[in-house]
């Protein structure tokens, strides 16, 4: 017990750090937010499971970028563009629920096809085809905040690591 809650406190901490590091980024820089909720979970999985096959650089990188990819899509095919977002009028409209869902659809298919699982990305394929992530700044700072999280999760992960025993 004793040892899950050390783990859990430092996994905790490490993925905390991060992503507050990843908000002060963007605040400092006032390029607007990068802290999006998709980097909570893909934080979690590429520092505390390194070694699952979902948290895999290749899976996260193709997982994102095909969600980015089918949700700006499903944006230009629904005609939501310039939409406002579903935050900003408190209520989704049948295109943004169809975009939504075309761009969850999509995600999973490439993720399939690939062999490249990363259950955060539909989080991502959300943000960006709800209008939360538009294009222009808010969807900078969603792909920004993904390439801080995917450089630096495998460096805190190296330290959660056991130090590998020494011969005598």
């Given amino acids: 017990m004793r040892t899950r ?16 590091a990843v908000g002060a980024a963007g605040l400092l820089t ?22 699952d096959v979902t ?5 996260a990188i193709i997982g994102h970028s095909s969600a980015l990819v089918t949700g700006l899509l499903a944006l230009a095919v629904f005609g939501l563009w310039h939409a406002p977002s579903v935050v900003a009028t408190h209520h989704e409209s049948w295109p943004q629920i169809a975009a939504q869902g ?12 690939a062999d ?6 539909g989080a991502t394929a959300l943000l960006v ?21 995917l450089g630096l999760a ?4 190296r330290r959660l690591r056991p130090e ?4 005598r």
């Fill in 129 to 149: 085809s709800s209008g939360i992530a538009a294009p222009g700044t808010p969807l900078l700072g969603l792909v920004v905040g993904l390439a801080l999280v």
């Fill in 116 to 121: 490249a699982h990363h259950a955060p990305a």
């Fill in 5 to 20: 809650l050390l783990s859990g406190l430092r996994v905790g901490l490490l993925v905390g750090l991060l992503l507050a």
């Fill in 154 to 157: 495998p460096v805190l992960a």
């Fill in 30 to 51: 006032g390029t607007g937010v990068w802290l999006t909720a998709t980097l909570g979970p893909t934080a979690y999985l590429l520092v505390a499971h390194p070694s």
């Fill in 55 to 59: 948290a895999r650089a290749r899976n």
């Fill in 102 to 113: 075309c761009a969850i659809a999509l995600t999973l298919v490439v993720l399939t096809v």
């Fill in 164 to 167: 590998p025993a020494r011969a």
